[in-house]
């Protein structure tokens, strides 16, 4: 009853958020932030932008360490984010509630059940939790290819299904278990080029774990889909499968 309530409210809502308009400068800026924004038919358009509007109202924005959102930082953030959902009806990362984030990397207490340090972070992301992000390696990386919103997205993503594992949700039992040998076969590949010292298309950050794997592939998959494409073609088949979308076919 109170979950039936709840959705009510959450319609209502965002009905009366989407018949504002979004801010002016967002029509000059989206072509320049979303690369793929310029070539996309008017309803794509419309929904990155709408999603974007959802994602700015209700997520609970926090600067840490002295930063102050602002409204250009929140545009860039729900902008990667909405990237992420143009394939998806009806879905704006509803379990995350909060965004944290500090003006450039942040240190965290790590352990492995044995040892305890401290280490420097860049992002952080929890299945049923804030997203945490540092500004200036977000930028940084944007200028690269690298995707730091899509990345710890990914990760929440992941997380969703229990526990994140680089074992996302796929429809059904074939792609999950394409996913399984397609993914650890990449990683093996991935690791035993890194050790002969070989070039890799994927950042070897990749090779950290199946998590890991699964983060960085999605960044490639919206930053470099052609390229992904020609190069782990069975992977990037799978990644349009999660996310509902093809972008190798964007212009
Ligand atoms: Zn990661």
Request: glycine fraction near 6%; aromatic fraction near 14%; hydrophobic fraction near 40%.
């Amino acid at each position: 009853m109170f979950g039936l309530f709840h959705h009510w409210l959450t319609v209502r809502r965002r009905r009366a958020l989407l018949a504002q308009q979004p801010p002016a400068f967002w029509e000059e800026w989206l072509p320049e932030t979303v690369t793929w924004y310029a070539g996309w038919p008017r309803e794509i358009q419309t929904k990155l932008a709408r999603n974007m509007q959802i994602f700015i109202a209700e997520k609970r924005w926090e600067g840490c360490n002295g930063l102050t959102v602002n409204d250009e930082m929140k545009f860039l953030i729900a902008a990667q984010a909405a990237l992420m959902l143009t394939g998806v009806e009806d879905y704006c990362f509803e379990e995350i509630t909060t965004i944290l984030l500090y003006p450039r990397q942040f240190r965290r207490k790590a352990n492995d059940g044995l040892l305890e340090w401290y280490e420097w972070r860049s992002g952080e992301a929890w299945a049923r939790g804030p997203i945490v992000l540092a500004w200036e390696d977000l930028m940084e990386g944007l200028a690269e290819h690298q995707n730091l919103v899509v990345h710890e997205l990914a990760h929440h993503i992941d997380g969703l299904n229990g526990s994140m594992s680089g074992q996302p949700w796929f429809p059904d039992r074939t792609t999950q278990e394409q996913w399984e040998r397609v993914s650890q076969a990449g990683l093996r590949q991935l690791r035993s080029d890194i050790e002969a010292g070989k070039e890799t298309f994927l950042d070897p950050y990749a090779a950290t774990s199946r998590a890991e794997y699964f983060a960085v592939a999605s960044e490639t998959f919206f930053e470099m889909p052609r390229d992904l494409r020609a190069i782990h073609p069975d992977l990037y088949r799978l990644l349009t499968m999660i996310y509902r979308v093809d972008p190798a076919e964007w212009r």
